[in-house]
């Protein structure tokens, strides 16, 4: 058994006499470290006076010319140090700076106390750290190997794999091929404490005020397509820091080997934070649905996607295709004071498709007075009656123009926006109506006007954003609490999973339960069910043959709900 696979307790107690490991391996021999021949040398002698080199640049890296190949062939006095190593103490989720130059280059982490440090060459912060602290292990938080200072060697491990895919995970087809199974209920995780936890459902810090785009985040990292995609990417180009740290977040979550059950986001925000100009920050309280409108189309561009369809994994998984129908209002003197305005199809009506990347549901008004004892009544809708806006019928007036709308194409994956929140003159209100929808089996058709050879149009709920606060119908942003329920894998039935997940907080929840809670995003994924397919082979079919919805012996009997 190494030193680093005792407990915190044995590393701690195991010096020998009293002596710290660092002292032990200079026993041997005080003027420098041992070659492989077990000569002596003294370091200064590899060195060049008349050149110093710049802190924290590659050129100092090495001070005395130990190569990676040379130091493999070292004795292994620098095993001893390994021992000293904290895993309690490391957290890599933090932004990548040196805490003495505040440096973002070259950067080094302390394997005793967690501390980043620049470079580690004689003159840089790591170096000092490591005489000062007598702390000596030390990794490149970039290339992920391990060194030892002052000495300069490269140590090669395989106690320290566990360190290294903390930092950098690695993930193949293969592993990712079961994330969204039934299976993957079946594989517990278990952090430094043995504490167990579900991969890719673990608890995002809340840092000060940042929750609402924990929820988005879990969210997207739940869409297979986008998920595979950051698991298996490998940026080291040209792309943006936003993808890089966004890509990095995604492995942190889904990382079977965790530390500890849980990951903050930090080193992400802070880049969402420079990326929108201050905009959405960790430190104040914003809306989820600004947050996943910028970052959609800020990752779009970002990835190099353009304006043409499946330009990039974006467009290719969220979007889709709405026909808008306009015509303007003329009021008539010969038409009743409360009648609703509707389109005159003898004059000309302007139709344009626009791209979406989510819907938005508008709900109905809550109640103005209150019932009998006391009490504002809290209504309660269906999704269909609410998704009545895109049935190509429905009217909404608008600015002196008559709208209608119907999707022309829908994406694989459709989020849906329900607009809870509305600003006045005064104040911005909160309508508190609860929308009732089933967990699978929702279907678009009748908000579809598509050839016959669209891909199923029947949807299952995967992601649900709720938003909660106080009672009553102002929206109060300092008390407003945001939570995610998130479907564990793709099971169904009785045996279906699913779990809320609020910042660090990560509970199992009835699925009966969901739809009672103020929903504000959901996230739906096109349904690959015997039950959905026998739908639309029915469409098809009533596409082809409009008789056969009415004719007794050709219609197919599947429950549409």
């Not at 404490?193 to 985040?217: A, E, F, S, T």
């Not at 298996?232 to 492995?251: H, N």
């Not at 050879?453 to 909660?468: M, Q, R």
Request: charged letters at 25%; one cysteine or more.
């Amino acid at each position: 058994m190494s030193g680093s696979d005792l407990p915190l307790s044995q590393n701690q107690s195991s010096y020998a006499d009293g002596e710290p490991p660092s002292k032990r391996a200079r026993l041997g021999d005080s003027s420098g470290a041992l070659d492989s021949n077990g000569r002596s040398h003294a370091p200064s002698s590899k060195l060049d006076g008349n050149a110093l080199p710049v802190p924290g640049s590659d050129a100092e890296d090495d001070p005395y010319s130990l190569g990676d190949t040379a130091s493999a062939n070292e004795h292994k006095a620098s095993d001893l140090y390994l021992d000293t190593i904290n895993r309690a103490l490391l957290d890599f989720d933090f932004e990548k700076v040196c805490s003495v130059s505040t440096s973002n280059i070259n950067i080094y982490g302390c394997l005793v106390c967690g501390k980043y440090f620049q470079g580690r060459g004689r003159s840089s912060h790591a170096y000092a750290h490591s005489i000062h602290d007598d702390h000596h292990v030390f990794i490149n938080l970039e290339t992920t190997k391990v060194y030892v200072l002052p000495d300069g060697y490269l140590v090669s491990d395989p106690s320290l794999e566990d360190i290294a895919l903390v930092l950098n995970p690695k993930f193949t087809k293969a592993s990712t091929a079961t994330l969204s199974s039934v299976s993957h209920l079946s594989k517990s995780c278990y952090d430094l404490i043995h504490k167990p936890y579900l991969q890719g459902y673990v608890g995002l810090n809340n840092i000060k005020r940042n929750d609402h785009m924990n929820v988005i985040i879990h969210s997207l990292l739940h869409v297979a397509p986008l998920r595979d995609y950051l698991l298996l990417s490998e940026f080291k180009g040209k792309e943006t820091e936003l993808v890089k740290r966004f890509a990095a977040l995604a492995k942190k979550i889904w990382n079977p080997r965790l530390f500890k059950s849980q990951v903050s986001p930090h080193e992400f925000l802070q880049e969402v934070n420079r990326a929108s100009s201050g905009k959405f920050s960790l430190e104040k309280q914003g809306d989820p649905v600004e947050f996943l409108g910028w970052f959609l189309n800020r990752l779009h561009i970002d990835l190099g996607g353009t304006k043409k369809k499946n330009s990039s994994v974006i467009f290719t998984t969220f979007q889709g295709e709405l026909r808008v129908e306009t015509q303007q209002v003329i009021v008539r003197p010969d038409e009743a004071g409360n009648e609703k305005p509707k389109f005159d199809i003898d004059r000309d009506i302007k139709s344009t498709v626009s791209p979406f990347l989510f819907l938005a549901v508008d709900l109905p008004p809550p109640p103005l007075f209150q019932d009998a004892v006391e009490k504002n009544i809290i209504p309660q809708v269906s999704i269909h009656s609410v998704l009545a806006k895109y049935d190509g019928v429905t009217t909404q007036e608008s600015t002196g123009q008559l709208r209608r709308y119907k999707c022309q194409r829908l994406p694989r994956y459709i989020i849906l926006h329900y607009k809870r929140f509305t600003k006045n003159a005064f104040v911005e209100e909160k309508n508190p109506t609860i929308v009732t929808f089933p967990l699978r089996g929702v279907d678009f058709c009748e908000y579809l006007d598509a050839p016959p050879s669209h891909p199923p149009t029947v949807y299952d709920l995967i992601a649900n954003v709720t938003h909660e606060s106080v009672a009553g119908t102002t929206r109060d942003k300092e008390n407003t609490v945001w939570k995610v329920h998130l479907r564990v894998g793709s099971g169904g039935g009785e045996g279906e999973k699913w779990l809320q997940i609020q910042d660090l907080i990560v509970e199992e929840t009835r699925k009966e339960m969901i739809f009672l809670a103020e929903t504000v995003l959901q996230v739906k994924t096109m349904s690959l069910s015997i039950r959905s397919v026998l739908i639309n082979l029915r469409q098809i079919w009533e596409r082809r043959d409009p008789t056969s919805a009415t004719s007794g012996t050709t219609s197919m009997d599947v429950d549409r709900r």
